[in-house]
């Protein structure tokens, strides 16, 4: 997109080059963070490097499992013990100060499946 080589966009990102390959033949999802840097570094829209887990870190995930959890009516031990990870992990989630993995992701992807909430960013997180 800038004109630069794989190599040259490697060294930018951080990254070894057969990385960047994997990326843009789709067969390795790319780290929120180095979406981020990527984009940064083409200057375009970071969401067009994103799937639905970086979506959802992005969006900002912690509202979003807020918004979840209280359209379920749960507490946080009780969404934790849904998703399968230790109630203080969750508590730092919702204080983003960790953020879940992708792994972790696909345990909560249900969870928002069965809520009402319609706000742009849960239906792009969906597909």
Do not use: C
């Amino acid at each position: 997109h800038k004109g630069y080589t794989t190599r040259e966009l490697a060294n930018l990102v951080g990254v070894v080059p057969a990385t960047i390959t994997l990326y843009e033949n789709d067969k390795n999802p790319i780290k929120y963070k180095t979406a981020v840097l990527l984009a940064d570094i083409l200057k375009i829209d970071r969401k067009l490097l994103f799937d639905n887990y970086t979506s959802f870190i992005d969006y900002p995930y912690n509202l979003l499992l807020q918004e979840v959890r209280s359209q379920l009516s749960l507490n946080q031990s009780q969404m934790a013990q849904r998703i399968g990870i230790a109630p203080n992990a969750y508590s730092a989630w919702e204080r983003a100060t960790r953020t879940p993995r992708r792994k972790e992701y696909e345990k909560i992807l249900p969870l928002i499946k069965q809520t009402n909430i319609k706000s742009t960013h849960s239906t792009n997180l969906l597909l």
